[in-house]
């Protein structure tokens, strides 16, 4: 059966497909058959990243595929391991359709309150419309330093939402190897891959139990 998991914002810049890209990369390589829904039709950005990971001529990370309807993606993805469904960069109708269909909700989240207060309010608001509480999970990016993450988790958790262990730090060699195609996992720097490993693992672990 495949699993399927929704990734989620109710803005943009927080590094929802930043954290797409990385999960699909680890589950490629844990030889799970990966697809990709990228809901985002204006901008594409999942689909036009692994464009460019095609053209550097590095290795794919599963069947990548923009669509319009939830119902397409469930469609397309029989047979695979694993659906990511990259959402857009704001809360819409779509949002709560992935979250009634997704085995595991991730919202991806900063570590300002412009980030944490707007990350609850939409998780409070998946609630309210009857999805699971213990679906949602909350993870920590962009992140300056252990003091800001750690102040930002207090600050979920106290409004009773999951928050994974770990974050992925503010790294300039992030963006620089997404610019080319690779993920977080894949810059040129192996103690900046480190950080950022044990976290994609941790997150991989709880998609597998799910």
Not at 71 to 100: P, V, Y
Not at 116 to 134: F, M
Not at 172 to 188: F, P
Request: glycine share 8%; proline share 2%; net charge negative.
């Amino acid at each position: 059966m495949t699993k399927i998991l929704g990734l989620i914002s109710q803005k943009g810049g927080v590094g929802k497909s930043t954290l797409a890209r990385a999960i699909a990369c680890e589950a490629q390589k844990a030889e799970l058959g990966v697809k990709i829904a990228d809901f985002d039709l204006q901008q594409g950005t999942f689909t036009k990243w692994h464009q460019r990971r095609l053209q550097a001529d590095l290795n794919e990370v599963g069947s990548v595929e923009m669509f319009k309807s939830v119902r397409a993606a469930l469609e397309a993805a029989d047979g695979f391991d694993l659906l990511i469904m990259d959402g857009e960069g704001r809360a819409s109708e779509k949002t709560l359709e992935i979250t009634k269909v997704a085995d595991l909700v991730i919202i991806p989240c900063g570590v300002s309150n412009d980030d944490t207060e707007p990350t609850c309010d939409l998780a409070k608001a998946l609630v309210d419309k009857g999805i699971p509480r213990k679906k949602i999970v909350v993870t920590l990016s962009r992140v300056g330093s252990d003091a800001s993450a750690n102040r930002a988790r207090e600050d979920i958790e106290a409004r009773g939402f999951m928050v994974v262990d770990g974050y992925i730090p503010e790294k300039t060699s992030y963006s620089d190897a997404q610019y080319v195609g690779k993920s977080i996992l894949e810059t040129r720097h192996q103690s900046v891959n480190d950080k950022s490993q044990s976290f994609i693992d941790t997150l991989i672990e709880i998609i597998l139990k799910v």
